[in-house]
């Protein structure tokens, strides 16, 4: 009966609740005979392939308890913890409430007769006497540091030097995510780079499946020693797999990583690993914590059809489904190309008429659990409201689907803008800077012609050096209002 109620509890409650009913179903195998101990470990191997970490690492233990174990074993491990014997270290006095109150009455600067007040003692009770324990009472009056001087290594980790410090700490994370962006579309490209080492992607998305092997390149003549890539953080939806994580980098050798992962279901986090080395010639290790670029979004592919009647077909079968509304800004993005080059590089199939303002796109999102291999629709409309401003609206049955979608087009999509007006500036103005210093030379040498064959006062000649500065910054200028056309 007792096992009847729990399995009722445990399939009504939710994944945080879970837990203590689990935990209670071992405790309970003991007690029953062997139909009721079937009945509990058929119970917990059901959670073994939980998305739940913690529903799924209970299981796991309890049936290897069970399966490996014997009765007296799980008697002595599920033995209650003896309680704690009361002394004189476990009892409160009420005297050490008192001097507390008195220290935070310090720290506060509260004035001496106010503080009398807070330390007098009661009137029906006496004094107290004297006890070993109130020895162990920490007296905040004194400074930890006797010696008055401070720990200069421990404040360092906190102080920033320099403005200098912070510009170069966010240039290098700007650096670390637009390399990540660009390998959410492209197949391999540099994960992370400094001083030290090189770190080099290549991925490989089949269905459900991905493989990702991540390369650490020294880039010093030296060899690299102790360096262990680790994972560090995996989200519930996607099992992940390593190989050949920790190593020794030769003077002509790399270290090869390899990544093997499965999408169980739509997850929300990249996975993340803790690249370690120690630094050449020093005694220190450099650390940094690296996302790889093995999103859910990579698990997407196009559909077959490129017709807008199959995908108005696709957006009334997913009436009740999740749907979320995203401005995105495209910066210098001023061409139709660009649009649907970043929705084609996430999986998507899709449909632009010409001369429209709306991009309609449909893919579909693989899962694999228990080895079937499903697809999930999912559909996005991106339309354009104003220049360089986009909304995009997704569908997905999985809300966590359509957060991912659109967080990755709003990160994909200024990346791109932002990569053509580096593009342009870098073209246009290459072929401006010869026409543009021919001009001013000759500018300049002609008012200095006309300035020994007419006698011109000073104020000319200012004049034609304030004209000749105008007419260099009005073609300067010219690049950045060519963003500007359509």
């Known amino acids: 009966m007792q096992v009847t109620v729990l399995q009722n509890h445990l399939k009504d409650a939710s994944e945080e609740t879970q837990s203590p009913p689990l935990s209670t179903f071992v405790k ?5 005979d062997i139909a009721v101990r079937e009945k509990i470990l058929n119970t917990l191997c059901q959670y073994r392939s939980s998305f739940n970490v913690e529903l799924q690492q209970r299981a796991m233990e309890y049936v290897g308890l069970i399966e490996l174990g014997n009765d007296e074993l799980l008697q002595k491990v599920l033995e209650p913890l003896p309680s704690f014997k009361e002394d004189d270290f476990s009892l409160v006095l009420p005297g050490r409430a008192q001097r507390e109150e008195a220290n935070v009455a310090v720290s506060l600067n509260i004035s001496r007769d106010k503080r009398e007040k807070l330390v007098a003692p009661r009137a029906d009770k006496g004094p107290d006497k004297l006890n070993s324990s109130d020895l162990l009472v920490i007296n905040r009056d004194v400074p930890l540091n006797s010696g008055g001087e401070s720990d200069v290594d421990l404040e360092a980790l906190f102080t920033v030097n320099s403005t200098m410090q912070l510009d170069r700490m966010a240039k290098e994370n700007e650096l670390l995510r637009r390399r990540f962006i660009f390998l959410l579309e492209e197949p391999s490209g540099v994960l992370y780079s400094d001083e030290f080492v090189e770190l080099h992607c290549e991925q490989q998305y089949r269905g459900a499946d991905a493989r990702v092997t991540v390369t650490v390149r020294k880039k010093m003549a030296v060899g690299l020693e102790k360096v262990h890539v680790e994972t560090t953080g995996v989200d519930v939806g996607l099992l992940l797999q390593s190989r050949n994580e ?3 980098i030769a003077s002509s050798g790399v270290l090869r990583v390899e990544f093997v992962a499965r999408s169980w279901a739509p997850f929300r986090e990249a996975p993340t690993v803790r690249l370690s080395y120690k630094r050449p010639g020093e005694c220190t290790t450099g650390t940094k914590i690296l996302a ?6 990579r698990f997407l592919s196009p559909y077959d059809e490129k017709d807008e009647m199959a995908y108005d077909t696709l957006c009334k079968q997913m009436n009740s489904a999740s749907v979320r509304t995203r401005r995105l800004s495209a910066g210098c993005v001023t061409h ?24 309609k796109a449909m893919a579909a999102h693989a899962t ?21 401003a986009f909304t995009a609206q997704v569908i997905t049955k999985s809300h966590v689907l359509s957060a991912a ?5 709003g990160q994909t999509l200024p990346s791109k803008g932002q990569t053509e007006c580096q593009e342009r500036f870098s073209v246009f103005g290459g072929n401006l800077t010869p026409l543009l210093s021919r001009i001013i030379c000759f500018f300049f040498f002609f008012c200095i012609s006309l300035s020994h064959t007419f006698s011109f006062h000073e104020h000319c000649y200012a004049l034609l050096l304030f004209t000749l500065l105008r007419l260099t910054a009005s073609f300067l200028s010219l690049p ?3 963003f500007f056309a359509p």
């Open 28 to 32: 309970l195998y003991n007690y029953y």
């Open 246 to 248: 920790r190593g020794d």
């Open 292 to 297: 790889l670029p093995i999103v859910t979004t």
């Open 336 to 359: 139709n190309g660009a649009i649907e080059g970043v929705l084609k590089g996430m999986g998507f199939c899709v449909i632009h008429p010409v001369d429209s303002a709306e991009w």
């Open 368 to 388: 694999q659990s228990h080895g079937i291999l499903s697809y999930e629709p999912a559909v996005v409309k991106v339309f354009s409201h104003s220049p360089g």
């Open 405 to 409: 979608i659109s967080v990755v087009l």
């Open 480 to 482: 950045f209002l060519w």
